[in-house]
């Protein structure tokens, strides 16, 4: 056993490693070169120091598109707007589920992807008339805000926030119109409609269900989705005169690295709890300004971003399975907890409380639950805490 343990250690830090290193990759629209400002071009980059791994998409490039129409009714694609961002791209966001890069042109009212499952450029066009946000008139109604929220559905915003937008991935993707956002009593006058402080910019989202918006402004509101209150919660410290927050993606340990159209000199890295930005170390990578950054990582997913959760979850204590769960059911295993009185708490994505029950602990033991009826799909966070009201367990389980 003593010969096998280091190179398993060994191994377990590569792998660990390797995955840290996929998730602090985003996909940053960028112009064409540096400090170009026809945001045309898709390229992945490095979050740790702003680097190229390669580029997926550039006019530069002599590369061929395939498009592909949602509704099955393929339409010409004029040779001005051969190019998939022919327009402009201001809003992307990326869907880990099905490995797609989705993005809508600045001056377009269509929902665009680009399946990365392929080395050929295939772009997929929904033009459900539900993701138009109406006649271009001035900048207000352009989406300049995308994400995949907590519960595995997209979310997309115009520039004057009266246009949240929601849309699936599934075969038979369904484009739903929110409403517009609501200002929370506490926001002091700052407004998420005004246009000095809160256009533009880019959307995160956290594990608990809410999405961040980041302004260009470098103003910060939290965003309840059920209820479209936005709360502004703060404005981000630090960063240099003249820096807009134009894209905004989650590194893998926690923070917010944000980048700026107009700047070319570095991105930053965002503490979500003091706003503290700093710049991210990027030694002689080339960093590109860009109107934006996507990848899927979720704020507060990391345990030690958040200190409530810091020593919550106890490895072989408790268990859940099947996850994801089988006809809205799903067990949790008790083992190697002390005896006693354990509260078990299950909240939705938005943090409504869907389940709570007291949970007799002695030895190994499994606790059935039954979703109620009328819950919907997707992402849940159960929670237990001991008699303390200490959390002893903190974990997300999946409903389909």
């Given at each position: 056993?003593?010969?096998?343990?280091?190179?398993?250690?060994?191994?377990?830090?590569?792998?660990?490693?390797?995955?840290?290193?996929?998730?602090?990759?985003?996909?940053?629209?960028?112009?064409?070169?540096?400090?170009?400002?026809?945001?045309?071009?898709?390229?992945?980059?490095?979050?740790?120091?702003?680097?190229?791994?390669?580029?997926?998409?550039?006019?530069?490039?002599?590369?061929?598109?395939?498009?592909?129409?949602?509704?099955?009714?393929?339409?010409?694609?004029?040779?001005q707007q051969a190019a998939p961002t022919a327009n402009g791209v201001a809003a992307t966001a990326f869907d880990a589920k099905n490995n797609r890069l989705y993005f809508s042109q600045m001056w377009g009212n269509d929902l665009r992807y680009v399946d990365l499952n392929t080395n050929e450029?295939?772009?997929?066009?929904?033009?459900?008339?539900?993701?138009?946000?109406?006649?271009?008139?001035?900048?207000?109604?352009?989406?300049?805000r995308m994400t995949f929220g907590a519960d595995g559905n997209g979310y997309a915003l115009t520039n004057d926030g009266n246009q949240l937008i929601q849309f699936t991935t599934g075969n038979k993707p369904v484009i739903n119109k929110l409403g517009a956002l609501i200002d929370s009593k506490k926001n002091n006058g700052i407004s998420v409609h005004n246009q000095c402080t809160s256009w533009g910019g880019d959307l995160i989202a956290d594990v608990y269900g809410n999405l961040y918006l980041f302004t260009y402004r470098n103003q910060v509101f939290k965003i309840n989705i059920a209820t479209r209150i936005a709360e502004h919660i703060g404005t981000v410290k630090n960063l240099p005169t003249n820096f807009t927050t134009n894209g905004a993606a989650v590194d893998a340990n926690g923070d917010v690295i944000v980048s700026s159209a107009t700047?070319?000199?570095?991105?930053?890295?965002?503490?979500?709890?003091?706003?503290?930005?700093?710049?991210?170390?990027?030694?002689?990578?080339?960093?590109?300004?860009?109107?934006?950054?996507?990848?899927?990582?979720?704020?507060?997913?990391?345990?030690?971003?958040?200190?409530?959760?810091?020593?919550?979850?106890?490895?072989?204590?408790?268990?859940?399975?099947?996850?994801?769960?089988?006809?809205?059911?799903?067990?949790?295993?008790?083992?190697?907890?002390?005896?006693?009185?354990?509260?078990?708490e299950l909240n939705d994505a938005n943090g409504k409380r869907v389940i709570?029950?007291?949970?007799?602990?002695?030895?190994?033991?499994?606790?059935?639950?039954?979703l109620p009826k009328g819950a919907a799909s997707g992402l849940y966070f159960i929670k237990i805490s001991n008699s303390t009201g200490k959390s002893v367990y903190y974990d997300k389980v999946v409903v389909q």
């Open positions: 056993m003593k010969q096998l343990f280091l190179p398993i250690l060994l191994i377990s830090a590569v792998i660990s490693n390797q995955t840290k290193a996929q998730n602090n990759r985003a996909f940053a629209i960028t112009g064409e070169s540096k400090g170009n400002y026809v945001w045309t071009a898709i390229r992945e980059i490095d979050l740790s120091n702003g680097s190229v791994i390669r580029t997926i998409y550039s006019t530069n490039e002599a590369k061929s598109v395939n498009y592909n129409f949602i509704n099955g009714n393929a339409r010409t694609v004029f040779p450029l295939v772009v997929t066009i929904n033009d459900d008339a539900n993701f138009s946000t109406g006649q271009r008139v001035d900048e207000s109604n352009v989406i300049t700047q070319i000199d570095n991105y930053f890295k965002v503490n979500l709890s003091t706003l503290e930005a700093k710049p991210i170390d990027k030694s002689d990578a080339t960093v590109y300004n860009a109107s934006d950054l996507a990848n899927a990582n979720l704020a507060y997913q990391n345990t030690k971003a958040n200190p409530v959760l810091e020593d919550a979850k106890m490895s072989n204590a408790i268990s859940i399975y099947p996850n994801p769960a089988v006809n809205r059911t799903f067990a949790v295993q008790f083992d190697k907890l002390p005896a006693g009185s354990y509260s078990l709570t029950r007291t949970v007799a602990v002695n030895g190994l033991q499994n606790e059935k639950i039954n």
